[in-house]
């Protein structure tokens, strides 16, 4: 099968696993601080990272001289990516905040021309701007059933979600300049342990109420985050970005949008005319 069929499907199950969180933390936050299951997700993911490197024999040796790198690759993909989106979330709505996170593409685009000497053609952009356009247009069509108000806690709440947005953007410039030098795995775990690490003084207050009222949906919830949405997504993410342009892969995040309506219309919600335009924008 050609690689790009096989990458392209990669990504686009990876979309499909992360438009699922969606769902899950939905439920898992009903008892479980947002802030307390992001942290609980790693803790779990970490370990498990670190086994499957010594399983795989993978060489655990990175140099004292890309601390800062990874170091940048744990506070943007772990701890500040899911302190500035499960807050701002709170501080916004889900519609606003799926759009906002959307711009991690235009995030990627931009960083990749800059940082990565990626050309941006005329197509490329084309395709980015009617891919976000999709997005728009699917979240827009379910606004009329948000609570929309542009007051003081709206746009802090929406300037986060950016944040977190840009936050991912940097985690994959930076991690594709480290995956030309060192292996998935080895980076990824550095990646998990050191973003585990930074989020202790955000939760550490809390984190032994939250697992004392921790029950078996809770756990299955931050396990599921962590094995698919953490180990599985974070490994193909860069296994994808190994072998095709980074602004190219970042398309494919308007997926997640996307999959997580289709998700919602399972659980009760209708699929509308402006829903089936902005899928066809997107794909």
């Given at each position: 099968?050609?690689?790009?069929?096989?990458?392209?499907?990669?990504?686009?199950?990876?979309?499909?696993?992360w438009?699922?969180?969606?769902?899950?933390v939905k439920?898992?936050?009903?008892?479980?601080?947002?802030?307390?299951l992001?942290?609980?997700?790693?803790?779990?993911?970490?370990?498990?990272m670190?086994?499957i490197?010594?399983i795989r024999?993978?060489?655990?040796?990175?140099?004292?001289?890309?601390l800062?790198?990874?170091s940048?690759l744990?506070?943007t993909?772990?701890?500040?990516?899911?302190?500035?989106?499960?807050?701002?979330?709170?501080?916004?709505?889900?519609?606003?905040?799926?759009?906002?996170?959307?711009?991690?593409?235009i995030f990627?685009?931009?960083?990749?021309?800059v940082?990565?000497?990626?050309?941006?053609?005329a197509k490329?952009?084309?395709?980015?701007?009617?891919s976000?356009l999709?997005?728009?247009?699917?979240?827009l069509?379910n606004?009329?059933?948000?609570n929309?108000?542009?007051n003081?806690?709206?746009f802090?709440g929406?300037?986060?979600?950016l944040?977190?947005?840009?936050?991912w953007a940097?985690?994959?410039?930076v991690?594709?300049?480290l995956?030309?030098?060192y292996?998935?795995?080895?980076?990824?775990?550095?990646?998990f342990a050191?973003g585990?690490?930074?989020?202790?003084?955000?939760v550490i207050?809390d984190?032994?109420p939250?697992?004392q009222?921790?029950s078996?949906?809770?756990f299955?919830?931050?396990?599921?985050l962590?094995?698919?949405?953490?180990?599985?997504?974070?490994?193909?993410?860069?296994?994808?970005?190994e072998?095709?342009e980074?602004?190219?892969?970042?398309?494919?995040?308007?997926?997640?949008?996307?999959?997580a309506?289709v998700?919602?219309?399972?659980?009760?919600?209708?699929?509308?005319g402006?829903?089936?335009?902005?899928?066809?924008?997107i794909i």
């Amino acid at each position: 099968m050609n690689d790009k069929i096989i990458i392209s499907f990669l990504l686009a199950l990876i979309s499909l696993v992360w438009a699922s969180s969606f769902i899950v933390v939905k439920t898992a936050t009903e008892e479980i601080d947002p802030i307390g299951l992001g942290f609980l997700r790693f803790l779990i993911a970490t370990p498990i990272m670190v086994l499957i490197l010594l399983i795989r024999g993978k060489d655990i040796y990175i140099p004292a001289k890309e601390l800062p790198s990874l170091s940048i690759l744990g506070l943007t993909g772990v701890t500040l990516l899911y302190l500035f989106q499960y807050v701002g979330i709170s501080y916004t709505n889900a519609s606003i905040s799926a759009v906002l996170i959307s711009t991690n593409v235009i995030f990627i685009a931009i960083l990749s021309s800059v940082f990565l000497r990626e050309t941006l053609s005329a197509k490329r952009v084309l395709g980015i701007i009617l891919s976000f356009l999709g997005v728009f247009v699917v979240i827009l069509s379910n606004l009329p059933r948000e609570n929309f108000t542009l007051n003081n806690i709206f746009f802090i709440g929406s300037i986060l979600v950016l944040l977190s947005a840009f936050c991912w953007a940097i985690y994959s410039i930076v991690g594709k300049r480290l995956l030309k030098k060192y292996d998935i795995l080895t980076v990824t775990s550095y990646a998990f342990a050191l973003g585990t690490f930074f989020y202790i003084p955000f939760v550490i207050s809390d984190l032994i109420p939250v697992v004392q009222k921790l029950s078996v949906n809770g756990f299955l919830a931050a396990l599921y985050l962590a094995i698919f949405c953490s180990v599985f997504g974070y490994i193909g993410w860069y296994y994808a970005l190994e072998k095709t342009e980074a602004s190219k892969a970042a398309v494919f995040l308007n997926l997640i949008p996307l999959f997580a309506i289709v998700m919602s219309f399972f659980l009760g919600e209708n699929i509308t005319g402006v829903f089936i335009l902005g899928a066809m924008l997107i794909i």
